[in-house]
Each structure stands twice: as C-alpha cells, then as structure tokens.
C-alpha cells in the first residue's frame, strides 16, 4: 500500500509525504492505518478524526482530505488531503 499526503494552505501544497508497506500477510485496514499514521507523523500533524465521510471518499475515490474542524489541536493549513497510489 502507498499512500501520499500532503497539506494545502489556499491553494497551494505547503508539505508532501509518502507512505508505503508491503506486507501480503496483513489485513488492509491494519496497512491503511499503519500509512496514515505514519503520514501524520512524517507531516509533523496531530492525527485527525476519521469521519464517515472519509470513510466513504476512501472507499469510492481512493482519496479523502480532513479539515481543521477534524483535527483538536490548532494547523496552520488548510486541509490535510490523502490519496491512495495503485499498485
């Protein structure tokens, strides 16, 4: 799984990062979270609140982005957007 983050300020991507594991053994959802928490951190974010619309967005596109409102601590972005990469 590869996923790719980044967070945009207006219009314009302030913070790009990549996060990948290959692990055939392991559940998806377990390598989903693995990334996204690994993106956060390489991001230097607070990890934000998973909401049903991105679970949704996830699941149809492939990508969703989190808002401040999801976060609990104060950003200094706009959104914080992320994107599932094909294998």
């Known amino acids: 799984m590869k996923l790719i983050g980044k ?18 053994k392991a559940d998806y ?3 989903l979270e693995e990334c996204f928490l690994k ?5 230097d974010i607070p990890v ?3 909401l049903k619309k991105n679970s949704k967005e996830f699941g149809a596109y492939r990508f969703t982005f989190f ?18 990469e094909p294998d």
């Open 7 to 24: 967070l945009v300020k207006d219009t314009k991507t302030v913070k790009a990062a990549v996060a990948e594991k290959r692990d055939d």
């Open 29 to 31: 959802r377990d390598l």
């Open 39 to 43: 993106l956060c951190s390489d991001l």
């Open 48 to 50: 934000p609140l998973w």
């Open 67 to 84: 808002t401040a409102d999801q976060f609990l601590e104060r950003i200094d972005f706009d959104r914080f957007e992320m994107r599932l």
